[in-house]
């Protein structure tokens, strides 16, 4: 059976993920996206593949997409309209991975 691998990483990975994958001989597409916390910019990887390949295909998207943090402004309300911008430490990078059942494949 066919699975589609939908791989959520930052742009600061997608180049790194999806050239490891199609080293491995998996098709990538790369779609540009935005969202998450930070609505930042970021790459949304599908990857059609065999169900025995999936782990394969997972272990090599979290090898090449990493957690970091980023300090980010937080902005705190203080009353009548006044705001106060203070530092916060987020963790941005890593990969959300879906995995979904195929029903039909074809390539015309």
């Known amino acids: 059976m066919m699975k589609l691998i939908l791989a959520i990483v930052s742009n600061d990975d997608s180049s790194k993920v999806s050239s490891a994958l199609t080293k491995q001989r998996f ?39 990493k957690k970091r943090t980023k300090m980010v402004p937080s902005t705190a309300s203080f009353g009548a309209g006044m705001y106060a911008g203070t530092p916060v430490e987020v963790a941005i990078g890593g990969a959300t991975i879906f995995v979904l059942d195929v029903e039909q494949f074809k390539k015309v």
């Open 27 to 65: 098709s990538v597409t790369r779609l540009a996206t935005t969202g998450g916390f930070l609505m930042s910019g970021n790459t949304t990887l599908l990857v059609g593949t065999e169900a025995e390949k999936v782990d394969t295909a997972i272990e090599i998207i979290a090898e090449n997409s």
